[in-house]
């Protein structure tokens, strides 16, 4: 009894110290927590850093291993000759340069993003220790991408010798299957060859162009004004604008492609024949603030969710006079955008809104084809409305089925999307654009097509598209 | 051949911390159940069994012979120790030396693969504190007059510090050492003291604004110096001794708000604060700058993952200044993120053991030194951890007794040995109760007698 009385009075009296060590042994715990979470969440990014060089000593003891295709093609792998010297191959060459990238003069492509997984090794632990005992390297593992041959394939030989680039995506899951920059170089050769690619600044072969061109977006901007316009006035139904060919602000004369005049049109005929004059008459109606908040929305002047990608620019105000956003409306002006930025706001709306984080790594598996990891699509980000979503695929609609894009009717499957011919000279020269996807009842594949000074988007880049779609549900 | 055996250590090694890690907890909470000599045996063996591998492996990776002479060298000032406290020190607490010995293996075996040259210089500093520190339990006993010192211990540290501002010359942006000598680790100790000296014997509002106005003063000199984890450590102390002597959460809470008041200034104030912060929030943007060093910690230990690169298998030496503010990483990268954990959790219960022998303490002079050494530890292996994992700003400041320094081995040998002093009281302060206990029961016993006989 007595001593119960005695430790009572001894534990009030050191209540404080009995906090104070609650106290410490709460942030102690904090810190611990953090330092799991580091390790089992955080560090990857961490660790495929480019600026990470702990890899590179893995070399050392890892034979760097294979990146294949999503059917299975070898698209990169290490032969170690007799001498124990190692070789990188290529076996598709140029077909997918920029997309696999490098391994030597720095790191590009899937090979710098994949270069951890590459080099380290899950073969089975006994054949490890038995490698290590003979002195002989372990195998890295193998990393499966999204990509698929049998369409880069097609995609590489549809754009032939011209300059411009391709990138497809599932917008259901983020997976790119395509993606593809021209000029190109050799990975193969890329030694020898080295010198001239760096001293060409003529062709930028070097560039990935999908990721990171920047090129002004011509009318597949439109699609941003539509949803601007939608989100101003509520509903697309009830406009109508009489295009007279030519529409003027201050000194400047805009006019619809080749003089057309369109007459009479709804937002959906105004859309699907690209009237520059309806466009650039609705810009000034919403004016350049309202134009920079939808399209910061939709990730302009904003950091992509891919890569190294390229940050696209758009530079309206509220200030900016009248006819820059004429121009800007209609995707001329200052606006510059890639061609995965553009493939990605199509896939938000074939996505009923949510833009899936793009991947090239699917799956990394042991040498032996052990699982190791399995990529799971996330959402990225909500970029609009599920109703906004869908009345940009009816616009995109209305394009294949009477306006520009209407060769991509009667092939045998349905199609959607927008071309554009974005003007980069004082003589009208132009790129070619094209913006879309196959399947409008549930969208499969989201393409973007850009071909330099290819004309209008009918002409080049929907033909591209077209050869894609087909191999897609016909090869 | 070779790398199948560091392969293996690494899991060897591991295997022997969370083991330590487990007697750690295992005996803070049957501290007074008997006896544990066996229970420490096993760790002293633990520690051997660790260091052996541990070295072994550097010594096959790096075939340097300097590696098994250092080997030879720790191992005799590790037993030299552990006999010296035997003989004279029968009643120190064996758990805080045992302790003591892995976080200084721990900081042996990772400055050895660093550089062997360092963990010789290391060792010598480490040595020499441990001879000093052997008189101290002594003088602790002895000097009763230490608890009336308040105003040297406050003179000592101001004049000190304003030295160090005044005359040191500049390194890694801060302004530390006079003659190689880091005067703000020995007045982390005069600073606890002066707090535990005027609080013990007045806990009044008055007395409460005047250690503010001390503390303060530290404080201040070590921002203005750039000492900004020293800075925090006291600032620590300070926060923690008012208000267990003052028993007054009021204060805990006055002083947190004045404590991210005064940080929000000094955020805006001084270029050097605000560039901690930035490289916190977002170290991969300023890369090639203030953020280089926290991205290199943060490669290192998220390559080394959990179970670690295995030793001398990593690149630790690309970190800046590795051997001191960032020894952790180097740990987390080769001997893995567990093994950092695990730790964490070792220094955790070193902080428990000091708090509990402050508890039993019932001299309020010593019960609010132990307390505030205490603090000051934990708080520092707090900040150096977290600063190195991103979790909270880097502070620069060392991890005790595992980082490389020769002012902070010996500023922390001191401070455990004055620790072990108090603790060697409060078994005199025990031992002192029973007997007087006993007395006591005896004369009941006889007055009982005495009693019974006038009745019959």
Known sequence: MREGRGTERRRSRNREYTLVSVFFVVIFLCLISYVIYFNAVKSETFINSPYNTRQDTFSDRVVRGQILSGEGEVLARTNVYEDGSEERVYPYGRVFSHVIGFDSHGKSGLESEANFQLLTSHEFFLNQMKNELRNRKNMGDTVISTLSAKLQNRAYNALGDRKGAVIAIEPSTGKILVELSKPDFDPNTLNQDWDSLVSDETNSSLLNRATNGQYPPGSTFKLVTALDYFRTKGSFSGYTYLCQGSISAGDLTLSCYNGTVHGEEDFYSAFASSCNCAFADIGVDLGGASLRKTSEDLLFNQSLPLEEAARSTFSLDRKSSDSLVMQTAIGQGKTLVSPAHMAMLVCAAANGGDLMKPYLIDQVVSSTGEKVSTARPTVYKKLMSLNEANLLCKLMEAVVNYGTATALNGRGYTAAGKTGSAEFDENGSSHSWFVGYCNTDQPELVVAVIVENGGTGSEAAVPVAAEIFDSYYFD | ?456
């Open chain 2, 1 to 456: 051949m070779i790398n199948v055996i560091v392969e293996l250590s690494k899991y060897v090694i591991l295997t022997l911390m969370i083991i330590y890690t487990f007697y750690c907890f295992y005996m803070v909470r049957r501290q007074r159940a008997g006896s544990q000599s066996e229970s420490l045996n096993k760790q002293l063996m633990l520690i051997f069994l660790m260091d052996f591998v541990a070295f072994g492996v550097i010594f096959l990776k790096t075939m340097d012979p300097r590696v098994i002479v250092f080997f030879g060298e720790m191992m005799a000032f590790f037993a030299a120790i552990q006999v010296l406290y035997r003989i004279f020190y029968k009643k120190a607490s064996m758990l805080l030396l045992n302790n003591m010995c892995m976080l200084l293996s721990v900081g042996f075996i990772m400055l050895c693969r660093l550089k062997v040259s360092t963990a010789s210089r290391q060792l010598l500093f480490v040595a020499g504190a441990s001879a000093l520190a052997l008189a101290v339990p002594v003088m602790i006993r002895k000097m009763k007059f230490l608890r009336r010192l308040t105003w040297l211990y406050a003179g000592v540290g101001v004049v000190l510090l304003a030295a160090v501002f005044v005359l040191a010359r500049t390194s890694y942006g801060a302004k530390l050492s006079l003659f190689g000598v880091q005067p703000s680790e020995a007045i982390k100790i005069t600073f606890v003291f002066f707090m535990a000296a005027l609080l013990s014997r007045d806990n009044s509002f008055r007395s409460i604004v005047t250690a503010t106005a001390v503390a303060g003063l530290h404080v201040g000199i070590l921002v203005l110096s750039r000492d900004l984890g020293s800075a925090v450590v006291f600032f620590a102390a300070y926060l923690v001794m008012v208000y267990v002597a003052s028993k007054n959460a009021w204060y805990l809470l006055l002083g947190l708000g004045g404590g991210s008041a005064a940080s929000v200034a000094a955020y805006h104030l001084f270029g050097h604060v605000r560039q901690r912060v930035t490289a916190w929030r977002d170290p991969m943007a300023v890369y090639q700058n203030e953020g280089y060093q926290i991205v290199q910690s943060l490669f290192a230990i998220g390559t080394g993952g959990w179970f670690g690169m295995g030793l001398c298998q990593g690149s630790p030496q690309i970190i800046p200044v590795v051997e001191n503010d960032f020894i952790f990483s180097a740990i987390c990268e080769e001997m893995g993120g567990i093994f950092g954990i695990c730790l964490i959790l070792v220094c955790m219960s070193f902080f428990l053991m000091i708090v509990n022998i402050a508890i039993q303490i019932k001299n309020p002079f010593y019960k609010l030194t132990a307390l505030g050494l205490g603090t000051e530890y934990a708080f520092q292996v707090f900040l150096t951890i977290g600063g190195a994992t991103k979790f909270i700003p880097m502070t620069g400041i060392t991890l005790p007794l595992v980082s490389y320094g020769g002012s902070s081995a010996v500023s922390t040998i001191l401070m455990l040995s004055i620790i072990q002093g108090l603790y060697i009281l409060r078994e005199d302060e025990d031992e002192e109760f029973e007997r007087r206990r006993k007395a006591l029961a005896q004369r009941a016993r006889e007055r009982a007698r005495f009693e019974r006989g006038e009745r019959y």
